[in-house]
């Protein structure tokens, strides 16, 4: 009878043994595949922040563009500026000389 209680111990003790091991090894996978997915998840937004820089530097090269032609923009305005200044000045000379 002794012996009985030993044996039904010892196999209670092994199915639930088992059982916890089962449920670990659950686990363990269920982790390992919710890393995997955050790797790839990590991966992708590196890839598109990688394309954002790329956009933004694309971006900063055409502003500095414009600048520089709003600038030569600018310099021909004021050269255009003082020529038809010159024009007035010599159609007054003109107009007063004659």
Do not use: H
């Amino acid at each position: 009878m002794e012996m009985e209680k030993i044996s039904n111990g010892s196999k209670e003790l092994s199915s639930k043994g088992l059982y916890m091991i089962d449920t670990l090894i659950k686990a363990i996978t269920l982790t390992q595949n919710v890393v995997n997915e955050q790797d790839i998840a990590v991966s992708e937004t590196k890839e598109i922040f990688s394309e954002i820089l790329k956009s933004i530097e694309f971006m900063i090269k055409k502003v500095d563009e414009i600048k520089i032609s709003i600038s030569d923009m600018d310099k021909k305005k004021k050269s255009t500026m003082s020529k038809i200044e010159n024009i007035s000045f010599i159609l007054e000379q003109t107009a007063s000389a004659s």
